[in-house]
């Protein structure tokens, strides 16, 4: 993403405002943004409206100027954080972009939960386009989401099927938008195979399982919520350990880096105990990945 946004001088940049969770979260579109802020940096000034449930430190305006420095080997970035509860309202949106002044708003996430930006989109874009980082990745098309994409200045599809979909949603309309495949990248900077015997590698896998080896491990690293379906996974992997010889499913393993128990979720505890209360089913819950620092 470097080469297609050379540098700039902070003063001929434009600036973004980048509506979605609190880039410095490990949600799967904080994430995104993330990545995205990092590696464009040095072309944009970002604006993030951090987005979560109860947000501690909502209402605080936090510089992460420094820190993007550091991990994108900048001096002069401009990156800004407004923490939010959810992703604002159409008062802080108001409010913010008179004290900002963006030249454009950026989107990420699933549409219904801006549904009040794309209700305002009018006031907006009277000022500064919208432009939205969206995936709907299964037919039949989405017809109902017709109105939030027309609201929207810029489209860009993380998959072509994304792209085909805006399409056939705005019919006629599509010609009047700009509509752009965007497909997610990987950073191999830090997503990268660790040489097996790497010391902090051989410490994790000692305090994770307990000096017990494993011939084949399955990692499960998501929030403990409904649509994540965790326990159709806990129960695939019970089908997968029920069709091996005992010593064979007794050397496998399922480690869940998730909530145990959770409002929003399941009682895993519950569920493990209902389909798998036997010692050759392995799993193993976990608080902490290896090298998940790197990417915060």
Known sequence: ??????????????????????????????GVGREIVLHTAQHFNWVNIGGAIKHPEAGKHLDLSIETNKQAGLTDSSVFIYPVDGYGNPDIIRQLIQIEKPDAIMLITDPRYFIWLFMMENEIRKQIPITYLNIWDDYPAPLYNKPYYEACDLLMGI??????????????????????????????????????????????????????????????????????QIPDTILAYRYFIDQLPIEKAKKCCLVLHTERVTE?????????????????????????????????
């Open 1 to 30: 993403m470097n080469s297609s946004f050379a540098y700039l001088p902070p003063d001929k940049r434009k600036k973004i405002m980048l509506i979605t969770d609190d880039i410095r979260v490990h949600s799967g579109v904080g």
């Open 159 to 228: 998959s072509k099927q994304t792209v085909n979909i805006n399409k056939l949603v705005l019919g006629d309309k599509a010609d009047k938008k700009i509509i752009k495949y965007i497909p997610h990248g990987l950073n191999h900077e830090i997503f990268k195979p660790l040489d097996k015997n790497n010391t902090e590698l051989l410490e994790f896998k000692q305090k994770l399982f307990k000096g017990k080896e494993y011939d084949f491990t399955l990692l499960f690293n998501s929030r403990n919520i409904r649509r994540k």
């Open 264 to 296: 929003h979720g399941t009682d895993l505890n519950a569920v493990i105990e209902l389909l798998c209360n036997d010692e050759k089913y392995n799993i193993i819950f976990t608080d902490t990945i290896f090298n998940l620092e790197q990417i915060i």
